[in-house]
């Protein structure tokens, strides 16, 4: 009986000196352990106004200069090739066609204001949590796909893709491309149209 009191008090006595040996490891392992990271909410836009993103707001020449090889109009012949047609903001026909310069707002997105003789509009790129921006010192790169139709009884649905890509030059000019794809998808057969593709500098004017 006393050989056995004296071995259950050695196993009492390993017991507690394993103890804080044990709560060391423990210790290091919470700290090793990966640091979380913070998921932004899926609903949340994404931002031109990160640090990164070049700022590139400014006074700038409506209609731009075609780069080599790229045509001289936006979609359709009637079309001038301005700064507004190039990032997808609307203004009205007749100010983009009397005006000859725009003012770009440079915020959380991008906004043209338009001003000729006396009549002032002012429309905002219009960006949704599913796009994607990338900054560079001195780019910007948009991507924006949108869909229409898709709604029973007819499943055929239009997907527009947009990739901007918006370079600040070293005299402050800004070089702009464009390229949008376009297809048409049902459940049964998916028709892709061939890309179109736009290159323009604007020079800026203040």
């Excluded at 932004?40 to 700022?55: F, T, V, Y």
């Excluded at 002032?120 to 139709?149: F, K, M, S, W, Y």
């Excluded at 070089?175 to 049964?188: G, H, P």
Aim: charged content about 25%.
């Amino acid at each position: 009986m006393l050989s056995h009191f004296f071995i259950d008090d050695r196993q009492t006595v390993k017991l507690v000196r394993l103890f804080p040996l044990a709560l060391i490891a423990l210790m290091i392992f919470s700290a090793c352990r990966p640091v979380p990271v913070t998921t932004l909410p899926p609903a949340l836009k994404p931002s031109l106004a990160w640090p990164e993103c070049p700022k590139i707001g400014g006074m700038y020449e409506l209609q731009g200069e075609a780069l080599p090889g790229s045509m001289n109009f936006y979609r359709n012949r009637d079309h001038k090739l301005t700064l507004n047609a190039m990032l997808g903001v609307a203004a009205p026909a007749d100010l983009t066609q009397e005006s000859v310069r725009v003012e770009l707002v440079h915020d959380d997105t991008l906004e043209l204001v338009n001003r000729y003789d006396g009549a002032i509009t002012a429309h905002q790129l219009d960006l949704q949590p599913e796009d994607r921006v990338v900054c560079e010192p001195n780019r910007i790169r948009i991507h924006r796909t949108r869909a229409e139709g898709g709604v029973d009884p007819e499943p055929l649905r239009n997907i527009s893709e947009y990739a901007q890509e918006l370079t600040v030059e070293g005299d402050g000019s800004l070089l702009v491309k464009t390229r949008i794809i376009n297809q048409s998808k049902s459940a049964f057969f998916s028709t892709p149209v061939p890309p179109e593709e736009y290159a323009a500098r604007f020079r800026r004017l203040d």
